[in-house]
């Protein structure tokens, strides 16, 4: 099978970091005969500068056909002042919304030598290694009826928690399917105590388990409590699965778990192709970070780590991943810092291509 990649680099520190991609897809080539097929096009405002609109259609089907698409960021000040539909950001919105990409996923990873950078103490994280497995196409935030309307002559604002059995049966196989790939342990979150689309959740994500993954351990939790663990002990979870609005805030409780923004990747992943492998878009959660574009200074890992999802996740190379995880964890635990990395104990910050170097090396 051909390994086919669209690479969007798009605005901002997006085409940096996405240089030592690269640079890591060449090394794979040459050094482990693991050959791609990388088309690079423009999303964002890269493509809104060259053809006025934030993706064209020529890209948007050239992410329909191939394996994976890697995205770097979009956005910068210079497009705020463009009509809503010619935003950068309405470029990837469509990717998600037209590859029908529902299951978002966001690991927390926390690699020792930056165990300090938590919101927790070193013990609780170092060495943590979870996935969340967020619902991103239904629920709350796309439920109908939704509105500001008038009752009883006041104002009322309205949003309607609504999932289809076979929108929680999809975003339940993926998470089942993640797990024999890691640990083989799944955690559930809804709040099936008050909520009817909770308990819904629960007895689709069994039934789904006991069917087809009778082999991954599978446990429910409610988010609320959820969110407590995740402080108290997150290293007791393995893929965690859960609706939209739950994981919106149950992945940002997890990212202050790891620390800095350049070290999180992400994938957001749709039903199987034709060729058995999942529609899928892989990117850093970091955006295109104006503040420090054009200066050679961001921090390239969490690109880097987005391809290493899409080495295990897509191309089916999960001991790839892994090398190229443990590179990025070794290169860490040499002390090589970019700038935003830079601890307390202070030390001087190397440049993007540094680090990249470093990685390679590694
Ligand atoms: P968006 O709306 O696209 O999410 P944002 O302003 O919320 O953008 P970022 O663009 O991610 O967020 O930037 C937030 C802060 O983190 C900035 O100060 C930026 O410089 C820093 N930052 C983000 N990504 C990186 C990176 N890869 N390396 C170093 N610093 C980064
Ligand atoms: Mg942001």
Not at 25 to 35: A, E, F, H, N, V
Not at 168 to 179: N, P
Not at 329 to 345: I, N, P, S, Y
């Amino acid at each position: 099978m051909t390994n086919t990649l669209l690479i969007l680099p798009g605005d901002g520190i997006g085409p940096e970091v996405m240089a030592e991609v690269h640079r890591i897809i060449d090394w794979y080539g040459t050094k482990r005969d693991l050959k791609f097929d990388v088309t690079e096009d423009l999303v964002g405002g890269a493509a809104y500068d060259a053809h006025g609109k934030p993706l064209s259609d020529a890209t948007m089907a050239k992410a329909q056909e191939v394996d994976a698409v890697l995205l770097g960021a979009v956005g910068g000040p210079q497009y705020d002042k463009l009509d809503f539909s010619l935003k950068p950001e309405r470029g990837l919105l469509r990717l998600r919304k037209e590859m029908d990409l529902f299951a978002n996923l966001r690991p927390a990873q926390c690699f020792d030598a930056l165990a300090d950078f938590s919101s927790l103490k070193r013990d609780v994280v170092s060495g943590l290694d979870i996935m969340i497995v967020r619902e991103l196409t239904s629920g709350i935030y796309f439920g109908e009826p939704r509105g500001i309307i008038e009752e009883g002559g006041q104002r009322v604002g309205l949003n309607t928690q609504r999932y289809t059995e076979a929108e929680i049966d999809r975003v339940a196989r993926s998470a089942f399917e993640l797990a024999r790939k890691r640990g083989n342990k799944v955690c559930s979150m809804e709040k099936a105590n008050v909520m009817e689309s909770g308990i819904l959740w629960r007895e689709v994500v069994q039934k789904v388990h006991d069917e087809s993954y009778p082999d991954v351990e599978l446990s429910h939790m409610y988010a609320d409590a959820g969110g407590m663990q995740l402080c108290r002990w997150p290293k007791q979870f393995d893929v965690i699965l859960t609706d939209n609005l739950f994981g919106d805030l149950l992945s940002d409780v997890a990212a202050m778990l790891t620390g800095s923004l350049g070290m999180l990747p992400s994938a957001s992943l749709g039903a199987p192709m034709e060729n058995g492998r999942p529609k899928a878009m892989y990117e850093p959660v970091h955006g295109s970070a104006p503040d420090i574009a054009g200066q050679g200074k961001a921090n390239p890992i969490a690109c880097i780590l987005s391809f290493a999802m899409a080495l295990r996740y897509s191309f089916d190379e999960g001991a790839e991943a892994t090398r190229l995880e443990k590179a990025v964890e070794k290169v860490l635990a040499d002390g090589v810092r970019t700038a935003d990395l830079m601890g307390a104990e202070g030390g001087t910050p190397v440049s993007t291509s540094r680090m990249g170097d470093a990685i390679l090396a590694a």
